[in-house]
C-alpha cells in the first residue's frame, strides 16, 4: 500500500507540474544513441526522442543549474520524465538515422519553459512551513552616466523569491527593526555598504531569527554592479547596460554562508538608459531566484 | 470516498491528459522550429590593427555609412527562409549560441599605367570578396559558410583615379551598383541568406587551419601590408582562405584560424555564461598545416606586341589527426599550382602580386576539391610518379574520412 501511495503522489506532482502552457522558453538540445538487434518500431523511435528530450533537459541543468538537476533527480523518477517530457517543451525538432551497426541515433532541439519549470520544481520541493528569508539589495553603478538614475530603478528579487511558495520574504525594514529593538538596522546596514561595498549578514540575522519564529530564517544580500555600455553600434538603436551580480544566503540560524551565486554577463536593453539597467536588473533577478531553488 | 476510487479517477484523469498532450507535441515536429540568430552585421577578417591597410576604402564606408542598419533593413525587406535573425543581444543562457556576419575577406585595389592609341590610360581596378557565415559562438565552430560572387570592377580612365573616386567606386560595391550592373554585396548577401539552411548542430570534431609558415623565398613578392607583424597578417590571409575553402568544400565543422575581429564581433552579439568573449579556440581534432613555399614567375610566349608568363606557386600541405592518443599524420604532400597570365606590351606596370594571388587563391580551393580527383587537371599539375601517386591516394583517403568524421 505504501508504493502505492508514493506512486499515487508522483501521479499527482506531475498532473501540477505539467498543466501549464510554456512561456518563456529556452533552446535545449539532446541526443541518444540506441542499439538493438531487432528492427526499430515506430514506438521505439517515439521512446528514443522522449529520451533525447529528457536528455536535452537535464543537459541544460547540468550547465545551468545543477543544484536543480540534483533536486529534480531526487524528486522525479527518470521513467517518470521520460514518459511525460511531450509535456515540458515546446516546440521541438528531430532529427533521426540508423547507422550501420543498427544504431538509432536521435537528435533533438526543443524550446523549453525553464521558467514555468523552475516555478513548479519550487512547489514540488516546497517545505510543510515556509522559510522566512530576510533580504537585502543593493545597486551600486560604477560610472556617472547611470548614479542619477540609480535610486529611480527598482530592485527585484524579492518579486522573483517570493513566487517559490515555500519562501516568505522579509522587506519591510521598520518593522524587523522594531522586532529586533534596533538590532537590526537598515539605514545602518545600507551605510555599510556604501562604505565598504559589502554587509555583515550579523544584524540580518537577528531579524530573520525575530521574524521567523519557529520556521527555518536565512538572510539574502543581493549586489548589483551596473555599468552602462553605451548604444548598440550594430544598429544604434538601443542602450546597453551591463550588470554583475552576486547572491549570499545565510541560514541566519548558525551564521552559515549557504549558498553564493554570481552572475558576471547580464545585460539590460532599452530605448532609455533608465529602461535598460530596470531591464538587466530583472533579467539578473530571475536567473538569481533560479539558481536559488532548493535552498528554503 | 476510498483510495482505490480516488487513484482510479487520477489515472483515468491523468491517461486522458498524456494522450492529448503527446498528440499536439507530435504536431509540433514540424519545419516551423526556426534558430534565432544574432545578426552581427559586417566584418572583416583579421585585426583590428589590419583595417586601415587591408580595408581601406570598405571598412571606412561600413562605419561612416552606418551600412549594418542598411544590410539589416535589406534583410528585413527579404526575409531568410530557414532561420530567423534578430538584432538584439541574445542571452546564452536562454540557449541561443548561433550569430551571423556578412565577412569581408579582401579588398583589393589596383591601379597600373599603360599607353593606348599612344595615349596614357590608367586601368585600375576594384575587388571585393566576401562570405555569409554563421558561427556557433559556443562551441567557436563555423557551422555554415557561403561565398558570395567576387565583384570585380575595372576602368580605364586618361587620368589617375582619385582616392574619392575609388571610394565611391566601393561604396557602389557594397551597396547596390558595381560596376554600374545593379548588383552589390549588400543584395547579394540578403540573397544567399534567404537561402542558407538551418545551421547544423556543431560537430564534437572538428578542422581548424592550426599553423601556416610562409617561407623566406615567398616574401620578395608580398605587398608591404601582408608583411606587417612578423608577416602575421599573411598567415591569417592564407588560413582565412583555406579554411573558407575547406568549408565551402567540404560541409565540415571548422573553427576559425584564430579568434579575429569577426570573431570578437559576432561573440560581443551574446550576453549570460561567464564571459562574453571567448579568445581561446577549443583545440581541434584534425590540425590542417599549410607551408608557402615560394612564388615564380616564368616565360612562356614573348612578342613584339606582349608576352604571356606562368605564375606558379608552391606549397606543402599536411593533415594531422591530433587525438588523446597522440598526434597522427594523415597527409603530407608538396603541392604546386600556376597559369598563364598575359601582358600586353602597351602595360608599363604590372602588378605581379595580384597574379600571384590569384594562384593562391587557386590553390587553396583546390586543396579541399580537385585534389580529391585523380583525373583534375590540379592533381596532374602535380607529377606525381607512380609510386607517389599510390601515396598521395592513400592519404587523400585519410582525410576523406577525416572529412566523413566532421560533416555537419
Redesign the interface.
Known amino acids: 500500500m505504501r508504493a502505492?501511495?508514493n506512486r499515487?503522489m508522483v501521479?499527482?506532482v506531475?498532473?501540477v507540474l505539467?498543466?501549464n502552457a510554456y512561456a518563456a522558453?529556452?533552446?535545449?538540445?539532446g541526443f541518444t544513441e540506441h542499439t538493438q538487434q531487432s528492427a526499430f518500431t515506430q514506438q521505439d523511435k517515439e521512446h528514443q526522442v522522449r529520451v533525447a528530450l529528457y536528455r536535452a533537459i537535464t543537459n541544460?541543468y547540468q550547465q545551468?543549474n545543477q543544484r536543480l538537476l540534483t533536486q529534480l533527480k531526487q524528486k522525479v523518477p527518470e521513467e517518470v520524465m521520460i514518459?511525460?517530457v511531450?509535456?515540458l517543451?515546446?516546440?521541438?525538432?528531430?532529427q533521426q538515422e540508423i547507422g550501420d551497426d543498427n544504431t538509432l541515433i536521435t537528435?533533438v532541439?526543443a524550446?523549453?519553459d525553464s521558467t514555468g519549470f523552475h516555478t513548479k520544481m519550487s512547489n514540488l520541493i516546497a517545505n510543510d512551513t515556509p522559510s522566512t528569508v530576510v533580504l537585502v539589495e543593493f545597486i551600486s553603478p560604477s560610472d556617472d552616466t547611470l548614479k542619477p538614475i540609480a535610486s529611480l530603478l527598482d530592485v527585484s528579487l524579492k518579486a522573483q523569491l517570493s513566487r517559490n511558495p515555500s519562501v516568505n520574504v522579509a522587506v519591510d525594514y521598520q518593522e524587523l527593526q522594531m522586532l529586533t529593538g534596533g538590532a537590526f538596522n537598515f539605514l545602518q546596514v545600507r551605510d555599510e555598504f556604501n562604505s565598504n561595498g559589502s554587509i555583515s549578514p550579523a544584524g540580518l540575522n537577528i531579524a530573520a531569527k525575530a521574524k521567523a519564529g519557529f520556521s527555518d530564517a536565512f538572510s539574502v544580500v543581493a549586489y548589483h554592479q551596473l555599468k552602462y555600455d553605451g548604444v548598440?553600434d550594430?544598429?544604434?538603436?538601443?542602450h546597453?547596460v551591463k550588470v554583475r551580480s552576486q547572491v549570499n544566503v545565510y541560514n541566519a540560524n548558525t551564521g552559515e554562508l549557504v549558498a553564493s551565486e554570481a552572475l558576471?554577463?547580464?545585460?539590460g536593453?532599452g530605448d532609455s538608459i533608465q529602461q535598460a539597467a530596470q531591464n538587466g536588473l530583472n533579467?539578473a533577478a530571475r536567473?538569481l531566484s533560479e539558481k536559488l531553488i532548493g535552498i528554503f | 470516498m476510498s483510495?482505490q476510487y480516488?487513484?482510479l479517477l487520477?489515472?483515468v484523469?491523468?491517461a486522458a491528459?498524456?494522450s492529448t498532450?503527446?498528440a499536439a507535441?507530435?504536431d509540433?515536429?514540424?519545419d516551423?522550429?526556426k534558430?534565432?540568430v544574432a545578426?552581427?552585421?559586417i566584418t572583416f577578417q583579421g585585426s583590428k590593427a589590419e583595417l586601415a591597410s587591408r580595408y581601406r576604402y570598405s571598412s571606412q564606408i561600413v562605419s561612416e555609412q552606418?551600412l549594418?542598419?542598411t544590410l539589416?533593413q535589406s534583410i528585413l525587406a527579404s526575409p531568410p527562409q530557414h532561420i530567423e535573425i534578430t538584432?538584439?543581444?541574445l542571452?546564452k543562457?536562454?540557449?541561443?549560441?548561433y550569430a551571423m556576419t556578412m565577412l569581408i575577406g579582401n579588398e583589393v585595389v589596383s591601379v597600373e599605367e599603360s599607353v593606348i592609341n599612344n595615349q596614357r590610360v590608367f586601368p585600375w581596378l576594384v575587388k571585393l570578396s566576401a562570405q555569409l557565415v554563421i558561427f556557433d559562438i559556443a562551441s567557436s565552430q563555423l557551422v555554415a559558410s557561403k561565398s558570395l560572387p567576387i565583384l570585380s570592377c575595372t576602368d580605364t580612365p586618361h587620368q589617375y583615379p582619385t582616392s574619392e573616386q575609388i571610394k565611391q567606386r566601393v561604396y557602389n560595391m557594397l551597396l547596390d551598383n558595381g560596376c554600374g550592373k545593379g548588383v552589390g554585396l549588400v543584395n547579394l548577401f540578403t540573397e544567399a541568406l534567404r537561402n542558407i539552411p538551418a545551421p547544423t548542430?556543431a560537430s564534437l570534431t572538428q578542422f581548424a587551419v592550426s599553423d601556416v609558415i610562409v617561407e623566406p623565398a615567398a616574401l620578395p613578392f608580398l605587398p608591404e601590408e601582408f608583411k606587417q607583424n612578423n608577416l602575421q597578417v599573411m598567415k591569417r590571409y592564407i588560413a582565412h582562405m583555406l579554411t573558407k575553402a575547406i568549408s565551402d568544400g567540404q560541409s565540415v565543422a571548422i573553427q576559425p584560424y584564430t579568434a579575429d575581429m569577426s570573431v570578437l564581433t559576432m561573440q560581443s552579439?551574446f550576453?549570460?555564461?561567464?564571459?562574453?568573449y571567448n579568445l581561446n579556440l577549443p583545440k581541434p581534432f584534425y590540425k590542417v598545416n599549410f607551408r608557402l613555399r615560394g612564388f615564380k614567375k616564368m616565360a612562356h610566349d614573348v612578342k613584339q606586341h606582349g608576352a604571356s608568363y606562368y605564375y606558379a606557386v608552391f606549397s606543402n600541405l599536411s593533415v594531422v589527426k591530433d587525438s588523446v592518443r597522440g598526434e597522427q599524420l594523415l597527409f603530407s604532400q608538396p603541392l604546386k599550382y600556376a597559369s598563364i597570365e598575359v601582358e600586353p606590351a602597351s602595360q608599363n606596370t604590372v602588378d605581379e602580386w595580384e597574379n600571384f594571388d590569384k594562384k593562391l587563391q587557386v590553390l587553396t580551393v583546390a586543396l579541399s576539391t580537385s585534389l580529391h580527383n585523380k583525373n583534375s587537371n590540379f592533381f596532374k599539375m602535380q607529377g606525381f610518379s607512380r609510386a607517389q601517386q599510390r601515396e598521395v591516394l592513400e592519404q587523400l583517403e585519410q582525410v576523406e574520412g577525416a572529412y566523413t568524421a566532421c560533416a555537419l
Open positions: 502505492l501511495i499515487l501521479a499527482l506531475f498532473s505539467f498543466t522558453s529556452v533552446r535545449i538540445e541544460y545551468h514518459k511525460n511531450l509535456k517543451v515546446g516546440e521541438y525538432d528531430v537528435e532541439i524550446l523549453f548598440d550594430m544598429l544604434g538603436v538601443a546597453q558576471n554577463n547580464e545585460l536593453t533579467r536567473k | 483510495l480516488l487513484l487520477i489515472s484523469a491523468l491528459c498524456t498532450s503527446v507535441n507530435n509540433a515536429v514540424t516551423n522550429f534558430e534565432l545578426f552581427a552585421g552606418k549594418n542598419r539589416y538584432p538584439s543581444i542571452d543562457d536562454d540557449g541561443y549560441k548542430k552579439r550576453s549570460g555564461g561567464e564571459q562574453t
